[in-house]
């Protein structure tokens, strides 16, 4: 049997990354037709508006296991602007993250011909965001000063800045997210007084993304990939995607699969070697559009030697499309025409 003298390590790296970074992680979602949730550009993006709810839960075994819920709505104001809201909260053992994000998004359309897709977008959301550490469960022979025993929340307030290209079936996305740098007091309490001592600010991301849907007939494919990385810690981690729609009668029919690959990794011993494992998740996803209903489901899976659970983590999606009565482009781009 298999000694593991780092494999703690490993998995707290992996949960750190979970619950730290305020704001909303960014998970899959994003390819059931959900930019607006990781880049404020896309506020507006088509005609009228759409709605999204998303549950994601992690480790149905294990008690309380990360989960997250978001709600989110943006529609068009005017020929040149977007606005959106999202409201999201975030769990996960004993730290809890809650907050609004409220957006303004401004289209430059290019082109004479109105019908095709030519536009650049800029977006800027600001987040209210709110902490919550509870220390009621906390138990120690020693005690500790920095535990006050209680349920303990500090409020932030950041903002995110985005930028898209959309050209008929091509697009490019950029954002930086938690663009102010902000002391996480919550979990540094009464450390003000020591110049040494390391303190975490709000782990500002970067973020870029490109994609391209080939096909004019009934099926159609668009793959695409996602980077991101954490400024703080320089962890980097890029998606490699794929989607294939069908066009039936009702609506629309669709599937992919999601390859996450980290370049960051963490070091183990067994009984005869070290190694590496590098964090890697493998995740299908199939939806429906019915007239201007939508739902997914994604399933993310990961792979190594080392796991907390041997479950994976699901996610479903619902949405709805309003106000859009017909297609506003002459293009194969679900994320902007319904």
């Not at 949960?15 to 880049?39: C, H, M, R």
């Not at 989110?72 to 996960?92: M, V, W």
């Not at 011993?269 to 201007?292: D, H, M, W």
Request: proline fraction near 3%; aromatic fraction near 16%.
């Amino acid at each position: 049997m298999k000694k593991i003298y780092f494999s703690l390590l490993l998995i707290l790296v992996f949960t750190i990354k979970s619950w730290a970074q305020e704001g909303i992680p960014v998970y899959f979602d994003y390819l059931a037709d959900n930019y607006y949730l990781v880049y404020p550009s896309m506020a507006g993006i088509g005609e009228g508006g759409k709605v999204r709810l998303t549950a994601r839960k992690q480790w149905f075994s294990v008690d309380e296991a990360p989960n997250m819920q978001t709600l989110n709505a943006h529609f068009r104001a005017g020929e040149k602007s977007g606005i959106g809201a999202i409201i999201f909260n975030d769990a996960n053992g004993y730290h809890s993250q809650t907050g609004v994000k409220l957006t303004y998004a401004h289209h430059l359309r290019f082109g004479e011909d109105i019908r095709s897709l030519n536009q650049l977008s800029f977006g800027l959301s600001g987040t209210m965001l709110q902490s919550s550490l509870d220390e009621t469960e906390f138990r120690s022979v020693t005690p500790d000063p920095s535990i006050v025993g209680s349920k303990i929340s500090a409020s932030y307030f950041n903002v995110d800045l985005g930028m898209s290209y959309n050209f008929l079936e091509f697009y490019a996305h950029a954002a930086i997210l938690n663009m102010m740098s902000s002391k996480r007091s919550l979990y540094y309490k009464d450390r003000t007084d020591n110049p040494n001592q390391l303190e975490v600010d709000n782990l500002r991301r970067y973020l870029f993304s490109v994609g391209y849907v080939f096909g004019r007939g009934d099926w159609q494919l668009e793959p695409s990939v996602l980077f991101q990385m954490t400024d703080f810690t320089q962890e980097k981690a890029m998606d490699f995607n794929a989607k294939v729609y069908r066009d039936v009668d009702f609506g629309k029919v669709w599937g992919g699969i999601s390859y996450r690959r980290s370049f960051d990794g963490a070091q183990y011993a067994t009984n005869n070697s070290f190694g590496e494992q590098r964090l890697q998740l493998i995740t299908p996803i199939v939806g429906v559009n019915y007239k201007n209903f939508m739902v997914s489901y994604n399933y993310s899976y990961q792979m190594g030697d080392i796991r907390f659970d041997n479950g994976g983590f699901h996610q479903i999606t619902i949405g709805y499309d309003f106000l859009q009565s017909e297609k506003r482009y002459d293009c194969n781009c679900p994320a902007v025409n319904y």
